[in-house]
């Protein structure tokens, strides 16, 4: 006969303190600790007064630059974009840099898809500079965007970036000349098509022989600047990075996850040559400001703008006089941040880690049964048991702010919520209450040993599922799995009521709290409200992965019986409870702090189109459930196939009255026809200051090849649309552009489809402007005014 099976939960698991309360205590400020030097060292560093020393970058004297680029909207095309291009000039020139204008048509990497085929282009203007280095074995590229939006002056994005650059060229061109050319590339026609970086990176001279590119931008307006793209096999550039830069934030999971996302840089311009390898960082934090009208000098934070400062600087440097013919390494690495700099390996080493993870948690679930802490049937029990708070955590974030959205519909438009402090305490609150939940009714009946041994399983096996498809993010499951497999077995090869396994817990603690605090902190911004869930899940893992030390502080609740039972069953349901209740207080405290007013509008969008042929007029909107605002104006969706331009099928439209205003002009300057081919000259005029043209040809005409203000672009057809090919032209000269299209032979009568569009809604017939507390969506469409004709052939 065997020993009969315990009855106490704390005999089945890992540790049993003697003096639980202290041990917890203990372990609990431990992890607080380690928390609050994470927090810390992802905090930004404090903005260097003006008369910082000439060799050190200063926010003060950056953001002199970033008020005079940032004083209105600016994008390309526009006069104010000329005025901040002659300022930049101004000042490369003023610092003795060879400085010049790449003034150049550049047409957008890839064709535009679906089923409208054509192509974007737009008329750049790059201000490019160079700081000639004494011996150099290849070029560094400080590159940033100087357009900005179109609905805002661009505070943030990108006069950051540009300051940024302006100051680093001072510190720079002030120090001891580099041992490489450094250039300074402060791109055009970003926000319209990264077309400047294209322009630069296929045609400038200086871009033949490639380089290193570090690429500077902002999708907010504070936070911590995160390194978060690199060019392939970038071990030796995240090894300079980690060295070079002064606040080395940034993750291999980082690059994973904006890979996965719709967005784009100047860096992916670059990333599309041959012969570019870089890093690109920008700070993402107080995301509601993006694009919009408040994305102001005034919003910025000038910690974050110092950040960006030295980091560029460190690493200008350190590329400045690096051999740049050494930097492929061959291989990707996993990096992230921890308390005073980045840890790194590399990326052969991600795979093997993770079978050793998993090889140590099954070696613990062995030990453990052997050691009488638990069974195999109780472990089978721990993991699958373990997949519940993986699962319902995210799916409870996600209901949490479909209810306050549900509240708050003007969140709907927003990146992220203006004050979203509350709301992201609450998802983690709501995390920590699944996990407790579980906990309580799990733990008396499996047991601590097999549920911790259940949950640091599915880290390991996360780690494996990781390592195979996305490895730049398996380090966040897999070393918790080890440390945590590791803390285990140590505690199970001492005195189950000594010190060491307590103490061997609160390390596996603190290796998960430094490893997934940094990422639930990061991914809040990075992500949005809208998908909580992300942070939410790497909030219960974290949780699962010092389940140990959850145990020591989770009241006692089992073996008694009667009235002692059910005083002890409340006992542990405490922290479920309270973790619950903050959560709804956190929410509910967001809804109450967070409200629309002057200073945070709720975001609205509105455009006008005209058709000038038939003088129909409507007003579009984005918005899928227009706010009241809107409401005004456009009511169910329609088709905008006869506005080919705009590139959506449907919008909200209402009735508008027509304005008074010319569509471009089109002219047919040669029409040549032979068995095989039609070929038609024309040139599209607009009649008024504009920001885009575009020109699209009927979906019965298949068009060969295109040439459009000198650029060949390959032809196309609509499949099943009324306009089909396409041509969007950013930044129009006033004098026009002329396009030959090449058509099929066979076709029927063609026809044309020009539009153009200019900004801001004010003097349109009908329009009432927006109360205090209603605001402008951040969208490169917002506050459009559209014009059209259809020309015949
Ligand atoms: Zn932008």
Same mark, same amino acid.
């Given at each position: 006969m065997g020993a009969p099976p315990p009855t106490r939960a704390a005999d089945r698991a890992l540790a049993r303190p003697r003096r639980r309360p202290l041990a917890a205590l203990a372990a609990l400020a431990a992890l607080l600790a380690v928390g609050g030097t994470v927090a810390y060292d992802l905090d930004t560093p404090a903005p260097r007064p003006a008369d910082a020393p000439a060799d050190e970058f200063s926010a003060a004297r950056a953001y002199r630059n970033v008020e005079t680029i940032a004083a209105r909207p600016h994008p390309a095309g526009s006069p104010a974009n000329d005025q901040v291009r002659a300022h930049l000039e101004g000042v490369l020139r003023g610092l003795g840099l060879e400085t010049t204008v790449q003034d150049t048509v550049a047409r957008e990497a890839g064709q535009l898809s679906g089923a409208a085929a054509g192509s974007t282009l737009a008329r750049v203007r790059n201000v490019v500079a160079r700081l000639p280095g004494t011996d150099p074995t290849g070029k560094v590229f400080l590159v940033a965007h100087y357009d900005s939006v179109q609905s805002g002056p661009g505070g943030n994005d990108d006069a950051a970036g540009t300051s940024t650059i302006l100051e680093v060229a001072r510190a720079l061109a002030a120090g001891p000349r580099p041992r490489n050319d450094v250039v300074f590339v402060l791109t055009d026609a970003e926000e319209a098509c990264l077309c400047g970086a294209s322009a630069f990176a296929a045609d400038h001279p200086l871009a033949a022989d490639g380089g290193v590119v570090l690429n500077l931008e902002a999708r907010g307006s504070t936070g911590p600047v995160i390194m978060f793209e690199t060019s392939r096999d970038n071990a030796k550039l995240v090894d300079v990075f980690g060295r070079a830069a002064p606040h080395p934030v940034g993750t291999s999971f980082a690059v994973e996850i904006y890979r996965a996302l719709p967005n784009d840089t100047d860096f992916t311009a670059f990333l599309d040559r041959a012969g570019f390898v870089g890093l690109n960082s920008a700070y993402i934090d107080g995301g509601a400001v993006y694009h919009t009208p408040l994305d102001t000098p005034a919003a910025m934070d000038r910690a974050s703008l110092q950040q960006h400062g030295d980091n560029a600087l460190g690493l200008a440097r350190e590329f400045g006089h =690096?051999?740049?013919? =050494?930097?492929? =390494?061959?291989h990707d690495a996993t990096y992230f941040p921890v308390p005073g700099g980045l840890a790194r390996y590399p990326g052969w080493l991600v795979l093997p880690l993770a079978v050793a993870a998993l090889l140590a948690v099954l070696a613990l679930g062995w030990l453990a049964r052997r050691r009488g802490r638990t069974t195999y049937g109780r472990l089978a029990a721990g993991f699958a048991l373990g997949l519940a708070p993986i699962v319902v955590a995210p799916l409870g974030a996600q209901l949490l702010w479909a209810g306050v959205t549900a509240v708050r519909p003007g969140y709907a438009e927003l990146l992220d919520p203006y004050r979203p402090t509350w709301y992201r305490l609450a998802v983690v609150a709501l995390a920590a209450a699944t996990l407790f939940t579980w906990y309580a009714l799990t733990r008396r009946r499996v047991g601590p040993a097999a549920l911790a041994i259940g949950g640091l399983g599915w880290l390991a096996v996360l780690g494996i599922v990781l390592a195979v498809l996305v490895p730049g993010g398996a380090y966040l499951t897999t070393l918790p799995a080890l440390a945590g497999a590791a803390a285990g077995l140590t505690a199970l090869a001492v005195r189950i009521d000594g010190p060491w396994p307590v103490l061997a817990a609160t390390l596996a603690g603190a290796v998960a709290v430094v490893i997934l605090l940094p990422t639930v902190v990061l991914l809040f911004p990075a992500l949005g409200m809208a998908m909580g869930g992300v942070a939410a899940l790497f909030a219960v893992l974290l949780g699962l992965a010092g389940l140990p030390v959850v145990d020591l502080l989770h009241p006692e609740a089992g073996g008694q019986r009667g009235l002692v039972a059910a005083r002890a069953r409340r006992a542990g349901a405490l922290p479920a409870v309270a973790a619950g209740l903050a959560a709804a207080v956190f929410a509910g405290v967001g809804l109450a702090v967070d409200r629309f007013d002057a200073a945070h509008p709720v975001p609205t969008h509105l455009m006008y189109a005209l058709d000038a042929g038939t003088g129909q007029a409507r007003w579009l909107s984005?918005?899928?459930?227009?706010?009241p605002w809107t409401g005004q104006f456009v009511g169910g969706a329609a088709s905008v196939?006869?506005?080919?331009?705009?590139?959506?099928?449907?919008l909200r439209s209402g009735p508008a009255q027509a304005a008074n205003l010319p569509a471009p002009k089109l002219e047919v300057l040669a029409d040549t026809r032979s068995t095989e081919q039609r070929t038609v000259r024309v040139r599209v005029t607009p009649q008024r200051p504009v920001r885009l043209l575009t020109l699209h040809v009927d979906g019965a005409t298949e068009v060969e090849s295109a040439v459009v203000a000198g650029r060949a672009i390959p032809g196309g057809r609509a499949t099943?649309?009324?306009?089909g090919f396409g041509i969007v032209f950013h930044a129009p000269p006033p004098e026009g552009i002329e396009v030959t299209l090449v058509l099929a032979g066979g076709s029927g009568p063609a026809a044309l489809r020009a539009m153009d569009a200019s900004d801001?809604?004010?003097?349109?017939?009908g329009f009432r402007p927006r109360p205090a507390d209603v605001g402008v969506v951040g969208s490169h469409s917002s506050e459009m005014l559209a014009v059209a004709r259809t020309y015949p052939l």
């Open positions: =690096a051999d740049l013919k =050494a930097l492929d =390494a061959g984005h918005e899928t459930d227009p706010q196939a006869d506005f080919p331009g705009l590139g959506d099928t449907e099943g649309t009324p306009w801001g809604l004010d003097g349109v017939p």
